[in-house]
């Protein structure tokens, strides 16, 4: 990537000082920035902040675990081989630590003030509760009955034993020497409601008011919380298919005795003890950081979790339930193949809901004509009806399912889903190689008269009910038989341990998906060469790949326009003079996560949607999928009514600048297309695109494309 002497003035944020591109580890804090934001922002509900405080805690650690440990990785290994990409990357390891520092005291003082906002209305995060108090006496009875009991007898301390802390588990130190370890099963936050009135506490604190009595000990109890290197890695080349889970499950032992990246500590500690723990632990003193208050500030999400109906109905603390609804065309189980061999159906989660995925699946399992049903599983809840569904239809036909059981921090719900459907008689398969299996499609052939006919879902999200209520996702129901045979072909091989090729519509990485989008950008670019228009919008959840981010580069000085709505972390960026000028990038962080892929590009008439996001892993480390949109109509509604919206939204999408800061949209900063279409959807302003979705579900797509479509009522 070349040099660029209009660049941002925020040079640290850049891997190479003039080299226009953002860090992706310091782009995602700043993303983690905007989660923050949301739980400062007044116009939200109160424990619609509490989960957002508790979100913003919760990805730090996996920050740490992930991306910092990996950072240290590719550290010790570029010293050895280039001291200068070494002594860079050590700068940006700097400014990653720095940052972290300065967003716990943004943390705490988000704390601060969610806290004395929830108390009129009914819900007091307590915190020092002192004696003689109600809070005191609450505090007391949940520690006594939910926590006490379950504490190991204290042992004596020694610095050596920091080698002994488990990843994210609190420790708690006593004045007598002597520390005690926390079971990760304990709670981080308690619940408990008296008089109409939610009392939550944090464990840290529970334990600093009552620990030291409770022991005889006199004195506060101090915290340590060490995070380790959480990522591991399985090879799956060289293991053959009954030693895989074996594998899996010896590796995720690793993750609890991972190398030392970060140590919180909370309370007073003797002069010389952090500096110990620096040396024994081998981290850089600004690795050892202040907690926010409390170790448990994730914890809050117990808050939203545990709120009784009567507090959480208030409209003050919590958003209305959403009101997905069963799309129209999947109410009638027995009409469903019917109905998809008439038009491809298009969902739109968790607007729609997810159950009309499940009601696909149960009428596939229990159709006597359906012959197999295959699917992939990269994360599903344990109680989703559709393990049912599968494990019923082993009885009868042929079910395949092909699990990850590498996908992070869900390896073990996965190891005991796959032990329960082949008891259940599925064939079960696993991912292969080095590829990690993300890819989201399912597969059912039945026997129609003379003909077998293929139903295909592709879906830009995972298979899980749960998430499918959090999560905005995108998914296709089609009997077309080209998507039909390419599913085909992608089962077959993967059950074989083979990289699929050869499709006809689906793009597939590693094989061609990195490839085609360079294509697909260098043709609009040579369209805007010829005077033609040249549109590229994508939506993903990170946009760090380098030459994807060149290529949009050159196609914005041709004079294409690139629409851009990345969630996390982005290395591009946009609206510099002479190099980027014509790219805007929004972000969209709201009530739900935004989790679709879209990739559009106007000249050349393709609309892709995917699980894969742009970045090297997506594209050469993960058997991934695009699959095109085919049906008009679904295609008219997504280029003229989704993506438009997107970037007509101004309530929540923020604004990536030149100078690679974030701002609050405005709008006179929306393109004039997305302007005018939002008008005339809307009819008025200003747009939340989320709210837009759920309005246009709820009407069942009046006056939009999709609206009554499929078969005539008999």
Same mark, same amino acid.
């Given at each position: 990537?070349?040099?660029?002497?209009?660049?941002?003035?925020?040079?640290?944020?850049?891997?190479?000082?003039?080299?226009?591109?953002?860090?992706?580890?310091?782009?995602?804090?700043?993303?983690?920035?905007?989660?923050?934001?949301?739980?400062?922002?007044?116009?939200?509900?109160?424990?619609?902040?509490?989960?957002?405080?508790?979100?913003?805690?919760?990805? !730090?650690?996996?920050?740490?675990?992930?991306?910092?440990?990996?950072?240290?990785?590719?550290?010790?290994?570029?010293?050895?081989?280039?001291?200068?990409?070494?002594?860079?990357?050590? &700068?940006?390891?700097?400014?990653?630590?720095?940052?972290?520092?300065?967003?716990?005291?943004?943390?705490?003082?988000?704390?601060?003030?969610?806290?004395?906002?929830?108390?009129?209305?009914?819900?007091?995060?307590?915190?020092?509760?002192?004696?003689?108090?109600?809070?005191?006496?609450?505090?007391?009875?949940?520690?006594?009955?939910?926590?006490?009991?379950?504490?190991?007898?204290?042992?004596?301390?020694?610095?050596?034993?920091?080698?002994?802390?488990?990843?994210?588990?609190?420790?708690?130190?006593?004045?007598?020497?002597?520390?005690?370890?926390?079971?990760? $099963?304990?709670?981080?936050?308690?619940?408990? #409601?008296?008089?109409?009135?939610?009392?939550?506490?944090?464990?840290?604190?529970?334990?600093?008011?009552?620990?030291?009595?409770?022991?005889?000990?006199?004195?506060?109890?101090?915290?340590?919380?060490?995070?380790?290197?959480?990522?591991?890695?399985?090879?799956?080349?060289?293991?053959?298919?009954?030693?895989?889970?074996?594998?899996?499950?010896?590796?995720?032992?690793?993750?609890?005795?991972?190398?030392?990246?970060?140590?919180?500590?909370?309370?007073?500690?003797?002069?010389?003890?952090?500096?110990?723990?620096?040396?024994?632990?081998? %981290?850089? &003193?600004?690795?050892?950081?202040?907690?926010?208050?409390?170790?448990?500030?994730?914890?809050?999400?117990?808050?939203?979790?545990?709120?009784?109906?009567?507090?959480?109905?208030?409209?003050?603390?919590?958003?209305?339930?959403?009101?997905?609804?069963?799309?129209?065309? !999947?109410?009638?189980?027995?009409?469903?193949?019917?109905?998809?061999?008439?038009?491809?159906?298009?969902?739109?989660?968790?607007?729609?809901?997810?159950?009309?995925?499940?009601?696909?699946?149960?009428?596939?399992?229990?159709?006597?004509?359906?012959?197999?049903?295959?699917?992939?599983?990269?994360?599903?809840?344990?109680?989703?009806?559709?393990?049912?569904?599968?494990?019923?239809?082993?009885?009868?036909?042929?079910?395949?399912?092909?699990?990850?059981?590498?996908?992070?921090?869900?390896?073990?719900?996965?190891?005991?889903?796959?032990?329960?459907?082949?008891?259940?008689?599925?064939?079960?398969?696993?991912?292969?190689?080095? %590829?990690?299996?993300?890819?989201?499609?399912? %597969?059912?052939?039945?026997?129609?008269?003379?003909?077998?006919?293929?139903?295909?879902?592709? $879906?830009?999200?995972?298979?899980?009910?749960?998430?499918?209520?959090?999560?905005?996702?995108?998914?296709?129901?089609?009997?077309?038989?080209?998507?039909?045979?390419?599913?085909?072909?992608?089962?077959?091989?993967?059950?074989?341990?083979?990289?699929?090729? $050869?499709?006809?519509?689906?793009?597939?990485?590693?094989?061609?998906?990195?490839? &085609?989008?360079?294509?697909?950008?260098?043709?609009?670019?040579?369209?805007?060469?010829?005077?033609?228009?040249?549109?590229?919008?994508?939506?993903?959840?990170?946009?760090?790949?380098?030459?994807?981010?060149?290529?949009?580069?050159?196609?914005?000085?041709?004079?294409?326009?690139?629409? !851009?709505?990345?969630?996390?972390?982005?290395?591009?960026?946009?609206?510099?003079?002479?190099?980027?000028?014509?790219?805007?990038?929004?972000?969209?962080?709201?009530?739900?996560?935004?989790?679709?892929?879209?990739?559009?590009?106007?000249?050349?008439?393709?609309?892709?949607?995917?699980?894969?996001?742009?970045?090297?892993?997506?594209?050469?480390?993960?058997?991934?999928?695009?699959?095109?949109?085919?049906?008009?109509?679904?295609?008219?509604?997504?280029?003229?009514?989704?993506?438009? #919206?997107?970037?007509?939204?101004?309530?929540?999408?923020?604004?990536?600048?030149?100078?690679?800061?974030?701002?609050? &949209?405005?709008?006179?900063?929306?393109?004039?297309?997305?302007?005018?279409?939002?008008?005339?959807? %809307?009819?008025?302003?200003?747009?939340?695109?989320?709210?837009?979705?759920?309005?246009?579900?709820?009407?069942?797509?009046?006056?939009?494309?999709?609206?009554?479509?499929?078969?005539?009522?008999?």
């Amino acid at each position: 990537m070349q040099q660029h002497e209009l660049l941002p003035t925020l040079p640290s944020l850049l891997v190479q000082p003039n080299v226009p591109f953002i860090h992706r580890d310091l782009s995602w804090l700043q993303f983690n920035e905007r989660v923050l934001a949301e739980a400062r922002q007044t116009s939200n509900p109160l424990l619609e902040r509490a989960k957002f405080l508790a979100i913003s805690a919760a990805n !730090l650690d996996e920050f740490f675990m992930i991306r910092l440990a990996s950072l240290e990785r590719t550290i010790a290994s570029a010293v050895k081989r280039d001291p200068d990409a070494g002594s860079r990357l050590h &700068r940006i390891h700097s400014a990653i630590l720095e940052a972290v520092a300065k967003f716990g005291a943004k943390q705490a003082e988000a704390l601060d003030l969610l806290a004395g906002e929830l108390e009129s209305a009914g819900v007091f995060i307590v915190r020092k509760p002192q004696p003689g108090t109600v809070f005191f006496d609450i505090s007391k009875k949940v520690f006594d009955e939910q926590v006490l009991q379950k504490l190991s007898p204290p042992e004596p301390f020694a610095s050596a034993k920091f080698h002994t802390m488990e990843n994210l588990q609190l420790v708690a130190l006593l004045k007598n020497n002597q520390w005690l370890r926390i079971p990760k $099963s304990v709670p981080s936050l308690f619940c408990t #409601t008296e008089d109409n009135q939610l009392y939550a506490f944090f464990l840290d604190e529970l334990l600093a008011t009552h620990l030291g009595s409770a022991l005889a000990v006199p004195g506060v109890p101090s915290f340590l919380r060490l995070t380790r290197d959480g990522d591991f890695t399985v090879d799956l080349e060289e293991e053959d298919s009954e030693s895989i889970p074996d594998v899996v499950r010896t590796g995720l032992g690793s993750r609890e005795r991972g190398r030392p990246v970060r140590l919180q500590y909370w309370g007073d500690f003797p002069q010389n003890f952090l500096q110990d723990a620096m040396r024994v632990l081998k %981290l850089d &003193r600004a690795q050892i950081l202040p907690a926010p208050q409390t170790m448990c500030l994730h914890g809050l999400w117990n808050v939203v979790k545990q709120a009784p109906d009567w507090l959480s109905q208030k409209a003050e603390l919590q958003y209305p339930a959403l009101n997905a609804k069963l799309p129209l065309r !999947l109410r009638d189980q027995s009409k469903i193949f019917d109905e998809i061999r008439e038009a491809d159906l298009l969902l739109h989660h968790p607007y729609d809901s997810f159950d009309g995925f499940v009601a696909w699946i149960q009428a596939a399992c229990a159709d006597p004509n359906v012959t197999m049903v295959e699917q992939t599983v990269y994360r599903m809840d344990t109680l989703s009806p559709v393990i049912d569904a599968l494990k019923m239809a082993a009885k009868t036909k042929t079910v395949r399912v092909i699990i990850e059981l590498r996908a992070r921090f869900d390896e073990l719900n996965n190891l005991l889903l796959a032990e329960e459907l082949r008891k259940a008689g599925v064939e079960v398969a696993f991912g292969f190689g080095a %590829l990690k299996l993300h890819a989201k499609v399912a %597969l059912v052939t039945r026997k129609e008269g003379d003909v077998t006919r293929l139903y295909t879902h592709l $879906s830009t999200g995972n298979y899980n009910a749960t998430t499918a209520r959090q999560y905005t996702d995108l998914a296709i129901l089609t009997a077309n038989p080209e998507i039909g045979a390419d599913a085909r072909v992608f089962f077959d091989a993967v059950m074989k341990g083979e990289i699929p090729t $050869s499709f006809k519509q689906l793009l597939s990485a590693p094989a061609r998906m990195h490839r &085609r989008l360079l294509n697909l950008i260098d043709a609009e670019t040579q369209a805007a060469k010829a005077g033609k228009k040249g549109h590229i919008v994508a939506k993903v959840n990170a946009l760090v790949d380098g030459a994807v981010v060149n290529q949009l580069y050159l196609a914005s000085q041709a004079g294409v326009q690139v629409d !851009l709505i990345v969630r996390g972390a982005c290395s591009l960026i946009p609206g510099v003079p002479g190099l980027s000028e014509n790219i805007r990038v929004i972000s969209v962080v709201d009530r739900l996560l935004e989790h679709s892929r879209i990739y559009y590009f106007e000249n050349s008439k393709a609309l892709y949607l995917s699980s894969a996001d742009w970045m090297p892993r997506n594209f050469f480390s993960r058997l991934e999928i695009a699959f095109p949109v085919l049906d008009p109509k679904l295609y008219e509604y997504i280029s003229q009514i989704v993506i438009p #919206t997107y970037l007509a939204d101004t309530v929540k999408a923020k604004e990536l600048t030149p100078q690679g800061t974030w701002k609050k &949209r405005t709008a006179s900063s929306l393109a004039p297309q997305a302007s005018q279409i939002a008008k005339a959807l %809307l009819g008025k302003k200003p747009v939340r695109s989320q709210m837009v979705f759920e309005e246009l579900a709820l009407r069942e797509y009046e006056n939009t494309p999709l609206e009554k479509r499929g078969l005539k009522p008999t």
